[in-house]
């Protein structure tokens, strides 16, 4: 859809635009500074208002992180029911959004409130950051090392929650991910140095891992046994507590994905979960992976090595089982 948007003229400072297909728009304010640019917003996942609210936040702001970029404003995106739901529950989900906003330190200036069906809430957020210094998808090598800062499994855990499989006890390690912003994995990768990078978020694991590596250009092999998943999500994707989303990921990628032998569909739907305020997933040259790793774990982030770009047919992946 988006290639029939007119875009002409183009501005010359527009660095990075809807052509891209990246985490955010890249603006050249100066030759020093560009200004980096994202929306995004989501229905409750979570029934705690407040919870909501932070998770959301932290969701949209992981795009500016992903770009290493510094998020500076942030303007909220409401839909919310006025008739019947509490105004005090939107109060909530407003106040979470509104102290991880200030976690982040970046300023919250405004927003933009209608009448909805269904509660939607999100943020539109601008970032600084050198021009020189943008980290993209498009930029990984063949050789380069796959780093995961986030375990999988928020879409199945969620899902299974709605279903009343689990409670809200089971959730709450998920819940702390979500939560968690991605502040310091960026600052990790923008002092060390990365080739690529994308935040984990709707399309998956896989998803996002075959973007990049199609705009870089490579392929990708890595172990489904090296990559971090959520407790309890094995056994969930097993009793098919999925969402609609991760199964049409699964269907999407079909056609890009070679998995080895004795890897199953409930496995290989849980590298395609679409997940929310999920990971950072760089591609960083193998010499700099030990400093990548020391800067991450100085800052509390652990990081799992899941595999790495190859030589290859552009956005091809393997999945090893080990």
């Known amino acids: 859809m988006l290639r029939h948007i007119p875009v002409t003229p ?5 660095l ?13 304010l ?24 932070a998770i959301a936040a932290a969701n949209a702001l992981s795009d500016i992180y992903a770009m290493g970029a510094r998020p500076v404003t942030a303007l909220n995106i409401v839909a919310f029911p006025i008739r019947s739901l509490p105004l005090a529950m939107l109060q909530e989900i407003l106040r979470g959004a509104a102290e991880t ?3 982040a330190g970046a300023s919250l ?18 970032g600084l950051a050198h021009p ?24 199945i855990l969620t899902t299974a929650l709605d279903r009343r499989l689990i409670g809200e006890e089971d ?9 968690s912003l991605n502040r310091a994995a960026a600052e990790a990768m923008v002092e060390v140095g990365v080739h690529a990078c994308t935040d984990v978020t709707g399309f998956g694991l896989l998803g996002h891992l075959h973007e990049m590596a199609e705009a870089s250009e490579v392929s990708a092999r890595i172990s489904l046994g090296h990559i971090p998943v959520l407790p ?18 699964q269907r999407y990628l079909m056609e890009y994905v070679t998995w080895g032998e004795g890897i199953n569909p409930d496995e290989q739907v849980v590298l395609c979960d679409a997940q929310t305020s999920g990971g950072l997933l760089m591609a960083v040259p193998s010499r700099r992976k030990a400093r990548l790793v020391a800067a991450l774990k100085k800052r509390g982030v652990l990081a799992a090595e899941i595999g790495r770009l190859t030589r290859g047919s552009p956005g091809r992946i393997t999945v090893t089982a080990s």
């Open 10 to 14: 183009r501005d010359p400072r527009v």
């Open 16 to 28: 990075l635009g809807v052509e891209a297909r990246d985490d955010a728009a890249v603006y050249a």
């Open 30 to 53: 100066r030759k020093d500074l560009a200004l980096v640019q994202t929306v995004d917003f989501i229905t409750p996942i979570v029934d705690d208002p407040y919870t909501f609210g």
């Open 101 to 103: 906003v200030s976690e």
């Open 109 to 126: 200036v405004g927003g933009h409130t209608i009448d909805g069906p269904d509660p939607k809430f999100g943020l539109c957020l601008a």
């Open 132 to 155: 020189d210094r943008i980290v993209r998808k498009a930029g990984g090598r063949a050789g380069d090392v796959l780093l995961l800062t986030k375990p999988l499994g928020t879409g």
């Open 171 to 179: 959730l709450r390690e998920a819940v702390t991910t979500m939560r």
């Open 232 to 249: 309890g999500v094995w056994d969930l994707a097993r009793r098919d507590a999925v969402p609609g989303g991760s199964r049409n990921n």
